[in-house]
């Protein structure tokens, strides 16, 4: 299961639209009009009335955060002015403008529209970043690259953690973990994020299951959530502000959760082939489904209501983010706002495809990708703003 780096829904036809404002700029978000049968909860925006649905017989809650000790990372990284590390590491210029070189041209590679919006960021928030994608996907292909069956066989994980911690004591093996060492000199890097997304691609090697919701979300963030943990602290947080950096955090969380249950809606027919299954068991049951209508590659309705239901949960975790990309540093918005966007043009793709998703591999073309980049950019402009911060409405 490929790992998601985060850094308009389309309507269905039976949706109305409704407008927010995002510091000025008028923006559209969709509501889902709910026929009765359907029993679901609401979300709604503070002040502007917006509704999101969510469904209220799928769960939305994951693994309670104090349970996965986020908050102790936030203190630790919210440090800001009194971060400083007690003895940067020395390497040649050369040597450092090699490696940083070297995880530019990866992510310019492999993740071309989060690389274009990298671009807008300070020099020095760009380097961290470049980073930071190249060490996790180095991890990620550990499991899931052209090796892996050779990886997973051996101790490789153990040993990539050793490396991790050679990494953050100044002790870095290669060009690309070079350039991971002396960002963490630079920016307050909890290693725990880190640890964890390892300790994913440890569930990979033991795990083809998941029994319910809060099985999966531990998964998306270990592979994923992490991601945004890691992230806040290089794009910064605007001076300006008017949420707590907690909040920020849970929104670069919650945009991590969204791409990953993106991305296994997206792969479910490709991870089938391998014998896996990541969507939970028990909401499968109720839908009337099993594993077998997967393997067989049944799209039928029973399915398509449950793919629906399934996409409206990874859009209230990308609506949950939103928020929080508003209050990164204005430089550092474009490719968090273009990673949001992307992801959720991949769940229109599913919907376009009917559902499809077992015989078919959603996916975004290069012109849509191209086109979205403004859009995005406008989103990045937008001010901070209460009318974001959303309630529950039970």
Same mark, same amino acid.
């Not at 971060?83 to 041209?105: I, N, S, V």
């Not at 949001?340 to 849509?368: Q, S």
């Given at each position: ?15 109305? %639209?409704?407008? !927010? ?17 359907? !029993?679901? !909860? ?18 939305? *809650? ?16 919210? *440090? ?5 590390? +007690? ?25 071309? %529209?989060?690389?274009?919006? +990298? ?19 180095? %991890? ?8 892996? &069956? ?11 953690? $050793? ?41 990979? +090697? ?33 001076? $300006? ?55 067989? !590659? ?10 629906? $239901? ?37 769940? &229109? ?9 077992? %015989? ?32 529950? *409405?039970?």
């Amino acid at each position: 299961m490929s790992m998601s780096f985060s850094l308009a829904p389309k309507p269905y036809s039976s949706s109305i %639209t409704c407008c !927010r404002r995002f510091g000025g700029i008028r923006s559209e978000v969709v509501a889902v009009m709910v026929a009765p049968k359907q !029993r679901r !909860r609401e979300l709604l925006a503070e002040s502007s009335g917006t509704v999101i649905m969510f469904p209220r017989h799928l769960s939305k *809650q994951g693994v309670p955060l104090a349970d996965l000790h986020v908050q102790e990372v936030v203190e630790w990284q919210c *440090q800001n002015g009194n971060f400083a590390t +007690t003895t940067k590491p020395r390497f040649e210029p050369c040597f450092l403008k090699d490696g940083y070189e070297m995880c530019r041209k990866i992510c310019k590679e492999y993740a071309k %529209t989060f690389y274009l919006g +990298t671009l807008l960021m300070t020099q020095e928030r760009q380097k961290a970043i470049w980073a930071i994608y190249v060490w996790c996907r180095r %991890t990620d292909e550990l499991v899931d690259g052209p090796n892996a &069956d050779y990886m997973k066989s051996c101790g490789v994980l153990d040993r990539w953690e $050793e490396r991790l911690h050679d990494i953050f004591n100044g002790r870095p093996y290669d060009l690309l973990d070079a350039a991971l060492t002396d960002t963490i000199s630079n920016f307050p890097l909890d290693i725990k994020p880190f640890r964890d997304m390892i300790e994913g691609m440890r569930m990979d +090697t033991k795990k083809t299951r998941y029994k319910n919701f809060q099985e999966l979300y531990l998964y998306c963030y270990y592979v994923a959530g992490t991601v945004g943990l890691m992230s806040v602290p290089i794009m910064g947080i605007a001076p $300006e502000s008017i949420i707590p950096p907690q909040s920020v955090y849970d929104s670069a969380l919650s945009l991590g959760i969204g791409n990953q249950l993106t991305n296994i809606l997206r792969d479910v027919g490709e991870d089938a082939i391998r014998g896996r299954v990541y969507l939970p068991q028990d909401e499968l049951a109720q839908f009337g489904l099993c594993e077998e209508d997967i393997f067989r !590659r049944k799209v039928s309705e029973s399915w398509r209501e449950f793919m629906k $239901e399934q996409i409206m949960r990874a859009r209230f975790y990308f609506n949950l983010s939103e928020q929080g990309a508003s209050q990164l540093h204005k430089a550092s918005r474009w490719p968090v706002w273009s990673s949001l966007i992307l992801y959720r043009k991949i769940l &229109d793709a599913i919907e376009d495809n009917d559902y499809d998703n077992l %015989t078919k591999r959603a996916y975004v073309g290069r012109t849509k990708k191209i086109l979205m980049l403004p859009l995005a950019y406008k989103r990045s402009l937008s001010s901070p703003n209460t009318n974001l911060i959303p309630r529950y *409405q039970g």
